[in-house]
């Protein structure tokens, strides 16, 4: 059963700063890995999809980076604003059928003016 | 893009209540519905999946009897809570999917914006 692993749990940074998320996960048969962000009490944004064959993506400040033989992919924030203070979370769709996605416990990150 | 609307978006009840959930796939249809619980400063964990016009399939541990989900039509899935208590207090999301447009199994999970159900 495919498990996903985020770290840290949390992350406190100072306003400006490079920052990098981690997440990892058992089973490397997957079709997709996603990244996410929830603000307290909110639904889902979804932030960068990466597909199984590509390596990384990449969208303003984000860039996110995929080792699917190793089971890890990388979230770098780049220049940090208090306005990404959120949680991130990250998932991945295995390859059989119509699976659904399956959940990191995410990381709550606070950026600090 | 394609939009998923959950409803109510908050609710508050006494024990014993049964509370429905909607999620409406807006501009697409959604052939495949999920349905997911969060607890606080927890992940996101699956509960059931659920195909239009076949009954849902539930994990391990989710019980059928008290959540029941009916997916009637190709844009509208229903969660119902029946006889809520306190511990069923938590944040429920609702995803879909799109399987018949071209794209095939690549299409992407699109979610609602959430629900939170608080027992008293």
């Known amino acids: 059963k495919q498990e996903v692993t985020q770290i840290p749990a949390a992350l406190s940074v100072p306003e400006g700063e490079n920052l990098v998320l981690n997440c990892s996960f058992t089973?490397?048969?997957?079709?997709?890995l996603q990244w996410f962000r929830q603000d307290p009490g909110k639904g889902l944004t979804s932030l960068l999809l990466?597909?199984?064959?590509?390596r990384e993506q990449t969208s303003g400040r984000l860039n996110a980076s995929l080792d699917k033989s190793s089971g890890r992919s990388t979230l770098y924030i780049a220049a940090s604003q208090p306005g990404d203070s959120a949680t991130y979370l990250c998932?991945?769709?295995?390859?059989?059928?119509?699976?659904?996605?399956?959940f990191g416990k995410g990381t709550r990150l606070s950026v600090i003016a | 893009g394609a939009v998923v609307s959950q409803h109510p978006s908050w609710v508050i009840c006494k024990s014993g209540t049964s509370v429905k959930i909607e999620c409406r796939s807006l501009?697409?249809?959604?052939?495949?519905m999920f349905w997911y619980r969060q607890f606080p400063k927890q992940s996101l964990m699956l509960m059931a999946t659920?195909?239009?016009?076949?009954?849902?399939?539930?994990e391990q541990g989710v019980e059928k009897d008290k959540f029941l989900i009916n997916h009637a039509s190709l844009t509208l899935s229903t969660l119902t809570v029946t006889s809520a208590h306190p511990e069923d207090s938590s944040f429920y999301i609702c995803?879909?999917?799109?399987?018949?447009?071209?794209?095939?199994?690549?299409?992407?999970?699109?979610f609602g914006d959430g629900t939170r159900l608080s027992i008293l």
């Open positions: 998932a991945v769709r295995g390859l059989s059928g119509n699976t659904p996605l399956v």
């Open positions: 501009d697409f249809q959604a052939t495949t």
């Open positions: 995803s879909a999917r799109d399987l018949r447009t071209g794209g095939g199994s690549n299409q992407p999970q699109h």
């Open positions: 659920s195909n239009e016009g076949s009954k849902a399939t539930y």
């Open positions: 089973d490397s048969a997957i079709y997709n």
């Open positions: 990466i597909q199984s064959s590509q």
